[in-house]
Nanobody
Framework: RLVESGGGLVQTGGSLGLSCAASVHPFSRYTMGWFRQAPGKEREVVAVISWGSHTTYYSDSVKGRFTISRDNAKNTISLQMNSLEPDDTAVYYC????????????????WGQGTQVTVSS
């Protein structure tokens, strides 16, 4: 089970941090990611981190602004979002995948309920 927290409303240029608490075992063997879905659009990958944090992936639209991290001791992942833009407005989902690293949404089987992020212009 995955539970996201930290969404909300922020102005353009602002920052927001998301967290995801995972009730899976062993969490340290899960590839974890953040995905988002805006109204009328398909779900897209935002950032992914491998089980040992050795590999990270960022979509071009967030590279340099967002940072994904994980704490295997606490079974959590985080997404620090800086320089937010109105196009970042979406429901953000935490997702997990046990097995080999992947950044494809279709390869993730474990999903949270999502948290709304709204960036006002």
């Amino acid at each position: 089970r995955l539970v996201e927290s930290g969404g909300g409303l922020v102005q353009t240029g602002g920052s927001l941090g998301l967290s995801c608490a995972a009730s899976v075992h062993p969490f340290s063997r899960y590839t974890m990611g953040w995905f988002r879905q805006a109204p009328g659009k398909e779900r897209e990958v935002v950032a992914v981190i491998s089980w040992g944090s050795h590999t990270t992936y960022y979509s071009d639209s967030v590279k340099g602004r967002f940072t994904i991290s994980r704490d295997n001791a606490k079974n959590t992942i985080s997404l620090q979002m800086n320089s937010l833009e109105p196009d970042d407005t979406a429901v953000y989902y935490c997702a997990g995948r046990q097995g080999s690293y992947s950044a494809r949404a279709a390869d993730f089987r474990l999903w949270g309920q999502g948290t709304q992020v709204t960036v006002s212009s």
